[in-house]
């Protein structure tokens, strides 16, 4: 809690702190909790949320997330901010869905500068696209199903059924759990053996 209260004093008057994995873990909630009600400064929370597809997807194409414990961790994640919500001020809250910010960029952050109480300029959000949102809908090989338990926690941020429902099934051929991850692996396996050879390249360079 020290952490952000000097973060706060040396950033004024106003520090943004973005840190994504904070709401996987319960603990890191609740000490943000004691800060916000102990501390003299005006702290507001804007949670951000995205439809589990999308952000599995994200997960795996960007880094090889592994598919089987993607969708739980979703879940678990997004309880626990159902739960920080429900511990603060209404005043204190801000929710922001991923799809309606790139639908209305310049309105959605336009709310978020209200929210934060700071200036808002005419270009924020020019640099903000769609296309990312329904990539997930256009890789043949992404088969990812949710749970049940997931499309809960997800209603409760206004997901419909209707999109949280992937076409694509698992087969023998295309299976979430081994040809997704067998094909991130070959791709990992050629990104690693391309720096391999640079760095060889370059080692032989500062040799000569």
């Not at 997960?59 to 159902?82: F, K, V």
């Not at 949280?164 to 991850?181: A, E, F, I, K």
Request: aromatic residues 10%.
């Amino acid at each position: 809690m020290r952490g952000w209260a000097a973060l706060s004093e040396r950033h004024a008057p106003v520090f943004f702190e973005k840190t994504p994995r904070h709401i996987q873990h319960w603990a890191a909630l609740s000490l943000l909790l004691r800060y916000i009600h102990t501390t003299d400064h005006d702290v507001r929370i804007v949670g951000l949320v995205r439809n589990p597809l999308a952000m599995g997807y994200s997960a795996w194409h960007s880094w090889g997330a592994d598919l089987r414990t993607r969708p739980s961790i979703w879940r678990q994640s997004y309880q626990n901010l159902l739960r920080f919500q429900r511990a603060l001020d209404p005043d204190r809250y801000l929710l922001v869905r991923y799809e309606d910010m790139c639908a209305e960029p310049g309105a959605t952050l336009r709310r978020v500068c209200e929210f934060a109480g700071v200036a808002c300029h005419d270009s924020v959000g020019a640099g903000i696209h769609r296309q990312s949102v329904a990539r997930w809908q256009e890789d043949p090989i992404y088969v990812l199903q949710l749970d049940e338990s997931v499309k809960a926690v997800a209603r409760q941020f206004g997901y419909a059924d209707a999109e949280m429902v992937n076409p694509r099934r698992p087969t023998d051929r295309l299976n979430p759990l081994n040809h997704v991850r067998s094909q991130w692996m070959r791709r990992r396996r050629t990104v690693v053996s391309a720096k391999a050879k640079a760095y060889a390249a370059l080692k032989r360079a500062r040799m000569v």
